[in-house]
């Protein structure tokens, strides 16, 4: 955690509500956990803010996650998306989770979202107001970036099994 990177992201130009979810998660990281003999281990990091995410799995029936923890420093977007996204993932199929990801990615982007879209993605809802800040689009996406290369990864090596 770094407080210099703190300071550079203006909290108050965020919905008050979104921005306690955010800072709850932060704060209190759910899964922020080691996996013992994981499945799937990889590292994420974004250089334009320093953040790290590291994700790890452990998959039954060869696709669904079974369990999932993270490790990681940096900024309250990074880390709190990071959050997010265990709990999201936790018990879903890697095409299911695939597909969060690209419904976040689409939304961080700009897509609008439906009441159907808000469902999915749970308390990731809180981070679409931090989409007005491009630099920390980078943050959201980081943690939901590494889970995609985690998931094509996997499913590379299935199919060239
Ligand atoms: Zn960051």
Same mark, same amino acid.
């Given at each position: 955690?770094?407080?210099?990177?703190?300071? $550079?992201?203006?909290? /108050?130009? #965020?919905?008050? %509500?979104?921005?306690?979810?955010? &800072? +709850?998660?932060?704060?209190?990281?759910?899964?922020?956990?080691?996996?013992?003999?994981?499945?799937?281990?990889?590292?994420?990091?974004?250089?334009?803010?320093?953040?790290?995410?590291?994700?790890?799995?452990?998959?039954?029936?060869?696709?669904?996650?079974?369990?999932?923890?993270?490790?990681?420093?940096?900024?309250?977007?990074? $880390?709190?998306?990071? /959050?997010? #996204?265990?709990? %999201?993932?936790?018990?879903?199929? &890697? +095409?299911?989770?695939?597909?969060?990801?690209?419904?976040?990615?689409?939304?961080?982007?700009?897509?609008?979202?439906?009441?159907?879209?808000?469902?999915?993605?749970?308390?990731?809802?809180?981070?679409?107001?931090?989409?007005?800040?491009?630099?920390?689009?980078?943050?959201?996406?980081?943690?939901?970036?590494?889970?995609?290369?985690?998931?094509?990864?996997?499913?590379?090596?299935?199919?060239?099994?």
């Amino acid at each position: 955690m770094s407080l210099s990177n703190e300071a $550079q992201f203006d909290f /108050s130009e #965020l919905d008050e %509500l979104y921005r306690e979810v955010i &800072l +709850d998660h932060y704060r209190n990281p759910r899964n922020k956990t080691l996996v013992d003999e994981a499945d799937i281990r990889r590292e994420g990091f974004n250089p334009f803010c320093g953040d790290s995410v590291v994700l790890q799995f452990k998959l039954i029936d060869g696709n669904r996650i079974k369990e999932i923890g993270y490790q990681g420093e940096g900024c309250s977007i990074s $880390q709190a998306s990071a /959050s997010m #996204l265990t709990v %999201l993932a936790k018990g879903k199929t &890697l +095409d299911e989770a695939y597909k969060v990801l690209e419904l976040f990615r689409s939304v961080m982007h700009g897509t609008d979202l439906t009441v159907e879209a808000l469902e999915q993605l749970g308390d990731l809802e809180a981070l679409q107001g931090v989409r007005k800040f491009p630099v920390r689009i980078k943050c959201a996406l980081l943690a939901w970036s590494t889970l995609g290369e985690c998931i094509e990864t996997f499913s590379g090596e299935i199919d060239n099994s």
